[in-house]
C-alpha cells in the first residue's frame, strides 16, 4: 500500500472551513484513498473515500489532485464536535481478502471556539 | 450509537484467566475485522474475516483466538494475556465487491487491561 503524509496536527476555528492535507506520492491506479477520524474514546469513523474524482458527502468534500499524489479533505463548517485525529488511508479493495487498512499517524485537529 | 455493537466495554483480567470478546453486525457484511489500538497510537490490524473463514493473520500470537460463528458474530478469545496486551480492541465490518472500495464500519470497541 501507499505510504501516506499528514501534518501531526493542526487548529482550526469553529465557524470555518477545515482543510486537511494529505501527502500520497506513491498511489497506484487502482487504490483508493480514505478519510477516518476518531473521536475520544471512540472507534474510527468513516467520512469519505475516492479513487480519481473529487467527491462530497454529508459530512466533508474529498478534493484528490489531478495526478492523485495527494488529497485534501475538507469539513466545510467546523464545529466542536470535529475534534478528532483523522487519517488518511491509500488502499486498493482486494475481494477476496478484505479491505486491510493501516493506519498512520494521521492529523489531530482542535477546533477552537 | 454505532452499527457495530462491541461487548464488553471495559474487561479486566489477570494473566491466567480466560475471557472472550464480542462483536456484532446486522448490516450484511461479509467482512470482519479485529484491531488492536495502544494509547495515543493508531490501530492496528490483528485478523479479517471473509465469509466466515479467516483471510488474514498479521501474526498474532496464539494467546488471541478469533472466531467468526456466523456472518453477523465475530469473536476474539483471550487466554493467558500479558500486561502489554493491555490495549483498546475495536471491531469493525465492511462489505466485500471488487472493484469498488468499501468503508469499514468500526465498533466503540472493548477496553481490555491485563493485571
Known amino acids: 500500500d501507499a505510504k501516506t503524509t499528514q501534518p501531526p496536527s493542526m487548529d482550526c476555528a469553529e465557524g470555518r472551513a477545515a482543510n486537511l492535507p494529505c501527502n500520497h506520492s506513491t498511489i497506484s491506479g487502482n487504490e483508493y484513498v480514505y478519510w477516518y477520524r476518531q473521536i475520544h474514546s471512540q472507534g474510527p469513523q468513516y467520512i469519505i473515500h475516492g479513487l480519481k474524482n473529487n467527491e462530497t458527502n454529508e459530512m466533508a468534500s474529498l478534493i484528490i489532485t489531478e495526478d492523485r499524489k495527494s488529497s485534501t479533505l475538507i469539513l466545510p463548517h467546523a464545529t466542536l464536535r470535529d475534534t478528532a485525529v483523522y487519517y488518511c488511508?491509500?488502499?486498493?479493495?482486494?475481494?477476496?481478502?478484505?479491505?486491510?487498512?493501516?493506519f498512520g499517524g494521521g492529523t489531530r485537529v482542535l477546533v477552537k471556539p | 450509537d454505532t452499527e457495530v455493537t462491541q461487548t464488553p466495554k471495559h474487561l479486566v483480567m489477570g494473566m491466567t484467566n480466560k475471557k472472550s470478546l464480542k462483536c456484532e453486525q446486522h448490516m450484511g457484511h461479509r467482512a470482519m475485522y479485529w484491531y488492536k489500538q495502544k494509547a495515543k497510537k493508531p490501530p492496528e490490524l490483528m485478523f479479517v474475516?471473509?465469509?466466515?473463514?479467516?483471510?488474514i493473520n498479521e501474526s498474532v500470537p496464539s494467546r488471541f483466538s478469533p472466531e467468526c460463528p456466523n456472518s453477523s458474530l465475530l469473536n476474539l478469545h483471550l487466554h493467558a494475556l500479558q500486561p502489554e496486551d493491555s490495549a483498546l480492541y475495536l471491531c469493525?465490518?465492511?462489505?466485500?465487491?471488487?472493484?469498488?472500495?468499501?468503508?469499514?464500519?468500526f465498533g466503540d470497541g472493548t477496553r481490555l487491561s491485563i493485571l
Open positions: 469493525a465490518s465492511s462489505q466485500l465487491y471488487r472493484g469498488v472500495g468499501q468503508p469499514q464500519h
Open positions: 488511508i491509500v488502499r486498493v479493495s482486494v475481494e477476496a481478502a478484505g479491505n486491510k487498512l493501516t
Open positions: 474475516y471473509s465469509y466466515e473463514k479467516l483471510s
